[in-house]
């Protein structure tokens, strides 16, 4: 059985497990979601809490800035952006001859 983190939540004080899955934040006017992302979740509350070292922050800045509302998270990678709207993500047409 592979074994999950747990964290206490800080708006209810009861466990908060890591799951894998999409998650929606608000910025401004804009919606962005992050999707495949490790995050805690309370079941109690709704609240939802991201591990230290993932750039979630980095993460949601950089796409409300570049007008992304769609994150692909790759924790290999850490994330890449993926634009729904243009279907290109940010790494096509990077590479250099």
Known sequence: ????FKITCKACNVD??????AVKHKIGTEN?????APFFFCETC????????????DILV?????????VI?????LAFL???????SETEGDEKA
């Open 1 to 4: 059985m592979k074994r999950y």
């Open 16 to 21: 908060m497990w890591e799951v894998t899955g």
């Open 32 to 36: 962005i979601l992050i999707s495949n």
């Open 46 to 57: 709704g609240d939802v809490a991201y591990r230290k070292g993932l750039g979630i922050t």
């Open 62 to 70: 950089k796409a409300y800035r570049e007008g992304y509302n769609v």
């Open 73 to 77: 998270f790759d924790e290999e990678d």
């Open 82 to 88: 993926n634009n729904p709207k243009s279907g290109r």
